[in-house]
């Protein structure tokens, strides 16, 4: 009963305690007490924590003195020295020696180590010691390569080493091209494969490197430029510094990503280069006629479209003009030469797409009517004279040939002797019998080389005819004319015989020479053998070009400039009939009305003024140095006669051997095509798998600029193709052309040019350059954005075009046009491919190194840090292949 009113009671309560606090405090009072019992609990848990972390360090520190041993004095003393300020460290700023080199070589090392080492290395520390220690690490290395280099004779590197380097660079790519021609003479081969057959082709003819994985492969480039860099620092860092790992490598780091590899990848940039070749020849003009030739040759798709486009955009943005008067007739114009250019890419194009692209030589050999050049032209046409030569070789008929061209030297030589002789005697002078002596003897060493019973190969001509030479020899005195009835009977012969010059005019040595000559344009040829059947169904050039006027294209009845024979009376004659009648339709009010632009160009034409015909860069060039020359020798001539007698006789010592000169002309001749002796030695090994520098004639060793011409026209327009006699009239050529410039001082200055391009001034404008563009106004720069592809495509048609351009005629008769447009283009597009560049820099960048420390083993080295390359290891598996058969009968 007691507990059942005390639980009443305490509900009771309870109650009325829940009640009244509802009514004092409202509803969220239980909330309110939820939240005060939490707090307190918190608090209190948060005050023991607190309390038994302080009491716990407090016994770990007595722990730790009372069993551990103290430190030594040796730990706090280190700490207390490193957080001292540190001292100032001075550097010396001398690295070369030369002031203007040194200031811009101390903001490069500044500017590398701002941005490749500071922007991170100050997010870890602020200690500057670091950076000064790295600092100084540069400049010893720097003191000790520009000490080196002033020690290092630059001269053969700059004249033999280079030049070799880039001739056999030009030799493995032009055999990777006809490898590729050889695989399928249908398929046009891809750039990769083009790449792949250069390596396989280097291999070859280095036989020890190859340099395809530093070229291909970005990880193995960067892992070679490490290797090599940190040789170069053993090489020229104190012993000291470069037992340091840590500074060794920030240096290294510093150097190949930082220096090298930046700038190797924009010189090996077909881009940049095809940018700096326009920038080179920037003075010269594009040709209209080598503008097209680069479109209608062009074999790269990308190419023709992007010149396309071009047109296109230029099309619409000139149609959109409204314009009137005469601008209207000009915008006319210039729509229809786009409208001409767009027809010949999509042409070009579709030809490209289809794959009916062919070579014009052999389908002209196979189905094209050839025009005719006659004999006469021929012989007195360098480049025509070759094939003919080749041709006359093959069937054996050189003997006639050469006997003709050496009466020809032998005619020209007496006539100039004679001519001295009679100068002198009308200054009463005599050295009569001395002069005919001489003529006489070479007229008989013609006779006994190839008329006479032991002549082998003897020409075939009459016998009276010999005979009748025979007794004049004999009894008168020779003349310039002693051979003139054999020498036209040996010329009939040529002319008639089956077997030589009519049979010439169907082999495909015929064909190669029209289109050496520029014979192939125009399929619609027609001639004889009177000397008109060379003529091309021509129009005039020149500033007026046609597709500006079409409607007068039908009514020019000019006849068509010829090969030969250009300088002709009736010829000429005829050509200025007909341009006067040309020239009085063109006045005619009706037609001045209908093409009023038209005024211009007549009214400059008819202008009273003196004629300038226009001339290349080259000829212009050439003047400077001719005109002086042929002044010079016509002052020579004129003064012999008022010099002394004894100065009088020593000049004409020099005129007198003229006379021998056609004595050994015949030798010459006949030893050029017998006994065929080379411009450059036969070695064991194929020439042609050879470095260019190991087939070098020593006899132009000495001589600088004529052995540099010679490597690099035998490259660029691959003479070893043709015959002797070319390639010796080639070396004849440049050894006058260098003679008539500078005369015997001509290595004297280019070692001059070699000085100067070493010298303090110029190394410290070159550090100026690789300064502002890396940093230009002090601030890195930063990464170049590829240029659109129509840009770089349309780049690559104006690099073309510019070196098209400048190539002068005179290089063209020389050695003819095919040949000089292939070789051109040939080496614009060896610099069109990104790994061969690479492979060009590194080899120049080997060549540097083992010039600048001939002391050390680079090329052993080189050949260890390239001997994983993967063609290098096909090499030796095919050379052991073959080897194995040799070994096993062994």
């Not at 290395?121 to 500057?128: A, R």
């Not at 054999?486 to 010329?491: E, G």
């Not at 090329?859 to 096993?888: C, D, G, I």
Request: aromatic letters at 10%; glycine letters at 4%.
């Amino acid at each position: 009963m007691m507990l059942t009113e005390t639980s009443l009671s305490i509900w009771g309560w309870g109650s009325l305690g829940v009640v009244l606090s509802l009514i004092t405090f409202g509803p969220f009072v239980i909330f309110y007490l939820a939240f005060y019992i939490l707090c307190f609990v918190g608090g209190g848990f948060v005050v023991t924590l607190l309390f038994g972390k302080t009491n716990s360090e407090k016994y770990l520190e007595q722990c730790e003195h009372s069993f551990l041993p103290p430190t030594s004095t040796g730990i706090p003393k280190c700490l207390e020295e490193m957080k001292r300020e540190a001292g100032t460290i001075k550097i010396d700023r001398r690295l070369t020696g030369a002031n203007i080199i040194d200031e811009p070589l101390q903001q490069v090392i500044q500017f590398s180590l701002r941005d490749y080492v500071q922007y991170w290395y100050y997010t870890l520390s602020d200690d500057e010691s670091f950076l000064l220690e790295i600092r100084q690490t540069l400049q010893n290395a720097l003191i000790q390569f520009a000490t080196r280099s002033k020690e290092i004779d630059w001269q053969p590197y700059f004249t033999t080493r280079i030049v070799d380097d880039f001739g056999t660079h030009l030799r493995v790519f032009r055999k990777a091209q006809q490898k590729i021609t050889e695989k399928d003479d249908q398929v046009t081969g891809t750039a990769e494969d083009l790449v792949e057959t250069f390596f396989e082709v280097e291999v070859e003819m280095e036989k020890d490197v190859c340099r395809d994985l530093v070229c291909t492969s970005p990880k193995d480039e960067e892992g070679f430029l490490r290797d090599l860099c940190e040789v170069l620092l053993y090489l020229l860092l104190p012993p000291g510094d470069f037992q340091n790992k840590t500074m060794r490598y920030f240096v290294r780091e510093i150097l190949a990503q930082g220096v090298l590899l930046p700038l190797i990848n924009q010189l090996s940039d077909p881009d940049y280069i095809n940018q700096y070749i326009i920038w080179m020849i920037r003075e010269s003009n594009c040709n209209y006629e080598a503008f097209m030739n680069i479109i209608k040759l062009s074999d790269n798709i990308g190419e023709l479209e992007a010149v396309r486009d071009k047109a296109i955009e230029e099309l619409q943005y000139l149609r959109s003009l409204d314009t009137a008067g005469d601008d209207i007739n000009t915008i006319k114009n210039q729509i229809n030469s786009l409208l001409f250019v767009k027809k010949v890419c999509d042409s070009r194009i579709q030809r490209l797409q289809s794959g009916k692209e062919i070579n014009t030589v052999k389908l002209a050999a196979n189905f094209g009517k050839l025009c005719t050049v006659p004999l006469a032209s021929i012989l007195v046409d360098n480049v025509a004279l070759q094939f003919f030569m080749d041709y006359m070789q093959q069937t054996g008929g050189q003997a006639h040939l050469f006997f003709w061209m050496t009466v020809e030297g032998y005619r020209v030589t007496a006539q100039q002797q004679l001519e001295v002789l009679l100068s002198r005697q009308k200054d009463g002078k005599h050295q009569t019998n001395q002069t005919k002596g001489l003529l006489r003897a070479a007229a008989v060493g013609i006779y006994e080389q190839y008329l006479s019973e032991k002549a082998s190969p003897r020409v075939t001509v009459d016998d009276y005819l010999v005979a009748k030479l025979a007794d004049t020899l004999n009894h008168e005195d020779p003349t310039p004319e002693i051979f003139d009835d054999i020498q036209r009977k040996v010329y009939e012969l040529m002319l008639r015989d089956e077997r030589f010059y009519p049979s010439f005019r169907q082999n495909a040595l015929y064909v190669r020479m029209l289109a050496e000559l520029d014979m192939l344009k125009d399929p619609s040829f027609r001639g004889s053998d009177d000397g008109d059947g060379e003529s091309f169904n021509g129009s005039p050039t020149g500033s007026i070009n046609l597709t500006q006027f079409e409607n007068l294209s039908s009514i020019l009845k000019l006849p068509g400039k010829k090969t030969f024979n250009n300088m002709d009376r009736d010829f000429l004659e005829k050509r200025k009939k007909d341009l006067n009648a040309y020239l009085q339709l063109l006045l005619t009010p009706e037609m001045m009305k209908a093409s009023p632009v038209l005024a211009h160009y007549v009214y400059d034409f008819l202008e009273n003024k003196a004629y300038s015909k226009g001339k290349g860069d080259f000829a212009r060039k050439m003047d400077t140095f001719v005109n002086p020359l042929r002044n010079s020798m016509r002052n020579v001539s004129n003064a012999v006669k008022s010099l002394p007698d004894s100065l009088a006789e020593g000049m004409t010592k020099m005129s007198d051997n003229m006379g021998r000169m056609s004595e050994r002309l015949g030798q010459d001749i006949k030893q050029s095509f017998f006994k065929m002796p080379p411009l450059i030695p036969k070695t064991d090994s194929d020439p042609e798998h050879c470095r260019v520098s190991a087939q070098l004639d020593d006899t132009v060793d000495d001589n600088i600029p004529l052995r540099v011409m010679l490597l690099l026209m035998d490259e660029v327009f691959d003479l070893k193709e043709r015959n002797q006699w070319l390639r010796r009239n080639i070396k004849n050529l440049l050894q006058q052309l260098i003679r008539a410039t500078y005369g015997d001082t001509i290595n004297r200055k280019i070692v001059d040019h070699v000085d100067w391009m070493t010298s303090p001034e110029q190394v410290a404008d070159l550090v100026k350059r690789f300064r502002d563009a890396f940093w230009p106004n002090g601030i890195l720069a930063e990464a170049v954005p590829c240029r659109d592809k129509a840009i770089r495509m349309r780049t690559r048609i104006a690099g073309k075009t510019k070196l098209l351009s400048i190539m002068p005629d005179e290089l063209k008769h020389i050695i003819g046009a095919e040949t000089t447009r292939k070789g051109i283009l040939r080496v614009f597009e060896m610099f069109q491919h990104n790994q061969l560049n690479r492979r060009m820099v590194y080899v120049f960048l080997e060549g540097f190194l083992e010039t600048l420390f001939p002391q050390y083993k680079f090329r052993e080295l080189f050949n260890k840090l390239h001997s994983r390359s993967m063609q290098m290891q096909k090499y030796k598996q095919k050379l052991q292949t073959s080897q194995a058969p040799s070994l096993q009968k062994r």
